[in-house]
């Protein structure tokens, strides 16, 4: 329990310091909001962090890459369906590789945009799959893969660079499931990290010509 809220702690902590500059000024921006119209779409790939959890053993560092695409409904909410796969090539103290691979989709929610920054926080539902070992004694230990319903809850920022390309910057609680020294399946608080670049296949108009007054 100590472990998880200490990881939830860290995101909120990590989004917070990135969001805050652009929170503080959307709280000076006047006047209403342009109108949007119609649905914007996005693609982004990048590398992703992951510091995974096993159950009563410790923590182990996993990279790789996640990707991702977005459908944007409105100025302030639009869906998600997001992938990784991680892995490391020893886990602890075992002889044996592991890694994370999950599959999510769900609501996100844009609470502030500022010119060319915007945050954003998302919850997604999915599937984790994970393979690995987990330690029992000095000379053994236990070894399987296991898939469970996983999910994510996270945010971060984004910023567009030049034309339609942008970079993404997040920080996610996600939640998966392994095997304990007694092969009993327990959840797992992992904190992912993730920088991509963003491609934008069409953008709301109203970002548009906020854009081109720039």
């Not at 993404?168 to 920088?195: E, G, H, K, M, W």
Request: hydrophobic content about 40%; charged content about 15%; proline content about 5%.
């Amino acid at each position: 329990m100590r472990t998880s809220i200490r990881t939830v702690g860290k995101v909120c902590l990590f989004v917070f310091v990135l969001s805050a500059p652009v929170l503080a000024e959307n709280q000076l921006a006047s006047g209403a909001p342009p109108a949007v119209t119609g649905p914007a779409y996005d693609v982004s790939v990048g590398y992703a962090n992951l510091i995974m959890a096993l159950p009563g053993a410790g923590h182990v560092n996993l990279n790789g890459v996640d990707g991702n695409g977005s459908v944007i409904l409105s100025s302030h909410w639009g869906a998600m369906v997001d992938s990784s796969y991680l892995r490391t090539s020893q886990i602890l103290f075992t002889p044996h590789s592991g890694y994370v691979l999950s599959f999510h989709a769900g609501p996100v929610f844009y609470p502030a945009e500022r010119g060319n920054t915007r945050v954003f926080l998302r919850a997604l539902a999915g599937a984790g799959m994970v393979d690995g070992a987990t330690p029992a004694s000095q000379t053994e230990y236990v070894h399987g893969w296991l898939v469970r319903p996983s999910y994510v809850a996270g945010g971060g920022v984004e910023h567009f660079l030049s034309g339609r390309f942008g970079i993404r910057v997040s920080a996610d609680y996600l939640r998966t499931s392994f095997f304990d020294s007694a092969v009993a399946a327990r959840p797992q608080n992992n904190l992912r990290l993730i920088v991509g670049f963003v491609f934008h296949l069409q953008e709301h108009e109203h970002r548009a010509n906020t854009r081109s007054r720039q």
